[in-house]
Nanobody
Framework: QVQLVESGGGLVQAGGSLRLSCAAS????????MGWYRQAPGKQRELVAHITSGGSTNYADSVKGRFTISRDNAKKTMYLQMNSLKPEDTAVYSC?????????????WGKGTLVTVSS
């Protein structure tokens, strides 16, 4: 059973920082693209950033220069360092990954972690 578990969310003041983690566990043979998504109240889920197994990254314009995505392939863990946080960054942040388990590639989602940025 493959699972993605996020951690690191919480309440922070505007201008502050948080570091999110997403740990993959279970019967995993390989992990391809991993990504962070967020959904604010009343809004659609949006891509925040993604990272390939080789380390290539892509960011939403709204977080460029403030957020940094990274991954440790040996630990099967992805991170999101969030600096200069703004109230509009408030959302549930979820991780997503394409994982080879058994003989099939599948997309998996974590349950999410809440980030609240106060003004």
């Amino acid at each position: 059973q493959v699972q993605l578990v996020e951690s690191g969310g919480g309440l922070v003041q505007a201008g502050g920082s948080l570091r999110l983690s997403c740990a993959a566990s279970g019967s995993i043979r390989s992990i391809n693209i991993m990504g962070w998504y967020r959904q604010a109240p009343g809004k659609q889920r949006e891509l925040v950033a993604h990272i390939t197994s080789g380390g290539s990254t892509n960011y939403a314009d709204s977080v460029k220069g403030r957020f940094t995505i990274s991954r440790d392939n040996a630990k099967k863990t992805m991170y999101l360092q969030m600096n200069s946080l703004k109230p509009e960054d408030t959302a549930v942040y979820s991780c997503n990954a394409d994982i080879l388990s058994d003989l099939r590639w599948r997309e998996y989602w974590g349950k999410g972690t809440l980030v609240t940025v106060s003004s």
